[in-house]
């Protein structure tokens, strides 16, 4: 099995300081994305009854993801096995940098009793970077919860009760319209958000709608497209790209009558500029 490198712009994008930059954020809510990397589904019971209403992990903002896009967290299970080994890459390389990855469970720590097995690649932290480790097999889900929340500041922040009065580099709320017509911007953010989570999302709206005010004119299909283009291709991160374009296709095209030339083809986006 050929030994993973991380990208040298992965590497960039997760600095000590940008993941302490990030847990400032998360400190209020975060978004896991679960990792199946071969567990015996031990760990995966444990962590589906921490979110039951029992435990209630949302006064936290925990919350389960479906996609790694969405996600500000990796959580991994189990050994690494030989078919789980690429999988786990492109779940890594999909989300968002700066990110967090979790090792759960015995397996995940350290590859558990499989970790001399033919079939496994032992723990996590043998293919991509560990950031927090729960041990236990499986861990109980108040200690799931509890490592969590710890790892990432949450409890500190939960028993001093900080303030987020101020967004700090987020961008201010909206107060004009670009084209004239409010909902656009709240359609545009809501969308954006779906898009690349809570914190990117923002980050994907203020880039678009900076592409879209550098046409000249908002309502010419034609300046928008071609700026909203050039911004893409100039982008380093080829998923803000992709979700430019998507922006501009589903949200613009409802405000702004287009012809189907006037919409972006995704299909040209380069993937392998930014992985």
């Not at 993801?65 to 996600?71: F, G, K």
């Not at 032992?122 to 927090?132: R, W």
Request: net charge negative.
């Amino acid at each position: 099995m050929k030994t993973y490198e991380v990208p040298q712009e992965i590497q960039d994008a997760n600095t000590l300081e940008d993941k302490l930059e990030l847990l400032k954020h998360i400190g209020r809510s975060f978004s896991v994305y679960r990792v199946d990397c071969g567990s015996c589904n031990g760990c995966e019971i444990e962590i589906f009854a921490a979110i039951t209403p029992m435990w209630d992990p949302e006064r936290f903002g925990f919350k389960l993801v479906a996609n790694p896009r969405h996600a500000d967290i990796l959580l991994c299970t189990g050994p690494v096995t030989r078919q789980m080994y690429y999988p786990l890459l492109r779940a890594y390389e999909a989300t968002p940098d700066p990110k967090i990855v979790v090792a759960l469970g015995a397996c995940g720590v350290s590859g558990g009793i499989f970790y001399d097995a033919y079939s496994v690649l032992s723990g996590i932290d043998k293919i991509i970077p560990v950031d927090a480790y729960i041990p236990g097999c499986p861990p109980h889900p108040a200690s799931i919860i509890y490592g969590l929340t710890t790892a990432l500041g949450v409890m500190e922040q939960r028993l001093e009760k900080v303030s987020f009065e101020e967004e700090g580099e987020l961008p201010s709320l909206v107060k004009d319209s670009v084209i004239g017509n409010i909902l656009f911007e709240r359609d545009l953010l809501v969308e954006a958000k779906k898009l690349m989570s809570y914190i990117f999302g923002r980050k994907l709206f203020d880039k678009y709608l900076a592409a879209l005010v550098k046409s000249g004119d908002i309502k010419n299909t034609k300046a928008t497209k071609e700026s909203v283009t050039e911004a893409m291709k100039i982008e380093d991160d080829p998923r803000y790209a992709e979700c430019m374009g998507i922006l501009h296709n589903k949200i613009y095209a409802q405000y702004v009558p287009c012809e189907e030339e006037d919409k972006i083809s995704l299909h040209r986006v380069e993937w392998s500029k930014g992985l």
